[in-house]
């Protein structure tokens, strides 16, 4: 079966060969940059997966369960996110002919996606991702898009936050709105992980209708208001050095990083005592509440 394909193999192979060879097939020029496969469509909508995963070998062991479309390994199955790889093959398989972008080492800070939006412009008016946990999610993190919720809606989504992703990263640099979607996997980061193709299958359908009912002009991308207060509670606060949020910093083999890209890089949330020695102001915090509030 594909899935299963692609969840044995490794991450340079799926990028480099057999993706490029997939897509050309089905008439994609596919073009392969340095940790990511970028191949322009008609439809203008640009939809992510990533390839690699947390664990260190894929699996050779996979079981597939047929009367409930669940598989599973007892080798970590790798699903976040070869289900979005595998739901994106599916969708251009119908004909369909988004955009579509592969990135590598999402899960080591989203590196292929950096390359991606320093070496591409943007030439579409939304970007979905196929890299969410469970079934009907679109997580939106810092993206507060009237006009995306509104789609979003539309199609049953349900709206969350959600943590981090490739396109944590997309869309703020390229100034458009998009929504990572429910890729039906389960237990991710886990040796428990598990692949519902069923809730795939629900978000490929309705993906599919947003596909062939495109935005016309591009969604704009909308950060979400940072409060007063939580920008004048530090001093001298920087930027991460991966994902370009400026927040508390913790320091990691040298660079100054946020939270979020700690726990993703290292899979744990910082202590205490590798955080940036920032100094709290010496001020009443109420104010800055106030201020705020009234804002």
């Known amino acids: 079966m594909m899935f299963a394909k692609i969840a044995r193999m490794r991450s340079d192979t799926l990028l ?3 993706l490029p060879s997939i897509i050309s097939d089905l008439g994609y020029f596919p073009k392969i940059g340095k940790h990511y496969l970028y191949a322009k469509g008609k439809i203008p909508i640009l939809l992510v997966a990533h390839v690699d995963t947390v664990f260190a070998k894929p699996p050779q062991k996979i079981f597939f369960d047929r009367k409930y479309r669940v598989f599973f390994s007892p080798d970590g199955l790798g699903a ?3 289900a979005g790889v595998f739901g994106i093959i599916k969708i251009i398989s119908r004909g369909l002919r988004p955009h579509i972008l592969f990135t590598n080492l999402e899960e080591s800070g989203a590196i292929g996606a950096h390359n991606f939006v320093n070496r591409e412009k943007p030439e579409f008016n939304a970007i979905f991702a196929l890299d969410r946990r469970g079934e009907n999610e679109a ?3 810092n993206c507060d898009s009237e006009e995306l919720n509104e789609i979003l809606n539309e199609y049953g989504f349900k709206i969350v936050t959600g943590s981090f992703s ?3 990263v997309i869309c703020p640099k390229f100034g458009i709105a998009g929504a990572n979607l429910s890729a039906g996997f389960y237990e991710n980061h886990t040796r428990y992980e598990y692949f519902d193709e069923n809730a795939l299958a629900k978000t490929i359908e309705k993906l599919s209708a947003i596909l062939e009912n495109p935005p016309e002009k591009p969604i704009l991308y909308v950060p979400k208001p940072i409060p007063v207060f939580r920008r004048k509670s530090w001093e001298n606060l920087e930027k991460c050095a991966l994902c370009g949020e400026e927040a508390e910093l913790y320091e990691l083999d040298g660079e100054k990083i946020c939270a ?7 899979k744990r949330w910082p202590e205490k005592c590798e955080k940036v020695d920032y100094k709290r102001k010496n001020a ?3 104010y800055y509440f106030e201020e705020w509030w009234e804002s």
């Open 166 to 168: 490739d396109i944590s």
């Open 284 to 286: 009443n915090p109420d």
């Open 260 to 266: 979020i890209c700690f726990y993703y890089l290292e």
């Open 139 to 141: 997580a939106v993190y």
């Open 80 to 82: 976040d996110d070869r």
């Open 16 to 18: 480099q060969k057999y």
